[in-house]
């Protein structure tokens, strides 16, 4: 649903958090993060300028490749998403014949999907996708496009894991696309780095390594010459603690690409997309 503002080429800018939900927070963000009101950052304006149909993340070549490895890794059974949101993903994917539900912490969200498909299509429940409980079980659970760095603390990124878990099925699977900490591209004592520099458009990421929080801070000029700021709040996570997190939650990694066309993973990698994949079943 939400994914991290933070982009690469493979990675396109979608919109961020409204201004006014998010012009309190300071330039430089720390352990404050984790008390951010998700919900109230996700709120109707938010929502409704979300989608960006044909471009950017909703671009055919960033969304098919995405539905054609959740619908294989689906085979045939029923696919849980945490935080749907728009239906980005779970609509094309239902349209390719997968069951789909979701869950959604967003009212205003689950409004703009409805817009697309009703309840008996893809069935929402409300609430976090840390701890919310959809009736399953599920074949697939994924979590796209860098949203687990939505989650603010450690634990709350541990327990969606294990919530996954419980939705699963002997010998589900749970897929994560997400970004690797840019950390690399930070200068000697310096915690900002631009990632994007367009015309009428400034993105600047700020770093706290001591608590792996990192704030998105975009800046839109508009044609007379004023400057809109918003920002958007994540605790980035490196495969390695992934991986650890999934173990915690009994499953195992079964492979890592760098994109859903199954490029190599390499140390130049900008993200990645992870399966893993609970014991038990065929």
């Not at 029923?78 to 993903?89: I, M, Q, S």
């Not at 591209?185 to 994007?196: D, I, N, R, S, Y």
């Not at 390695?240 to 173990?247: F, I, R, S, T, V």
Request: aromatic residues 8%; charged residues 20%.
């Amino acid at each position: 649903m939400r994914p991290h503002p933070a982009t690469h080429a493979q990675n396109p800018l979608p919109p961020s958090p409204t201004e006014s939900t998010l012009n309190a927070m300071p330039l430089r963000q720390d352990a404050q993060d984790a008390h951010v009101d998700q919900e109230a950052l996700w709120d109707a304006e938010t929502a409704r300028r979300y989608d960006t149909p044909g471009t950017g993340m909703f671009a055919p070549e960033v969304l098919d490749p995405t539905v054609d490895r959740l619908a294989e890794l689906a085979d045939g059974g029923r696919a849980l998403e945490f935080a749907v949101g728009t239906g980005r993903v779970a609509v094309p994917l239902a349209r390719r014949g997968v069951p789909v539900t979701g869950i959604e912490l967003s009212q205003p969200m689950i409004d703009q999907l409805r817009a697309k498909a009703d309840e008996a299509t893809i069935p929402v429940v409300i609430g976090d996708m840390a701890t919310a409980t959809a009736p399953g079980p599920f074949h697939l659970v994924y979590l796209v496009f860098n949203t687990i760095s939505n989650l603010l603390t450690q634990p709350e990124q541990v327990e969606c894991f294990r919530n996954a878990a419980r939705h699963l099925a002997p010998g589900g699977r749970f897929v994560i696309e997400l970004e690797v900490p840019a950390l690399r591209k930070l200068p000697p004592g310096q915690h900002a780095v631009v990632f994007t520099s367009d015309p009428g458009y400034l993105g600047v990421d700020t770093y706290d390594p001591l608590h792996q929080h990192l704030t998105s801070h975009h800046f839109r000029y508009t044609e007379d010459g004023k400057a809109h700021l918003a920002r958007s709040p994540h605790r980035y996570i490196w495969p390695a603690e992934l991986d650890l997190m999934a173990q915690l939650a009994g499953f195992e990694l079964e492979c890592r690409h760098a994109d859903w066309e199954g490029g190599e993973f390499t140390a130049e990698s900008g993200s990645h997309v992870s399966v893993y994949r609970l014991p038990g079943g065929a």
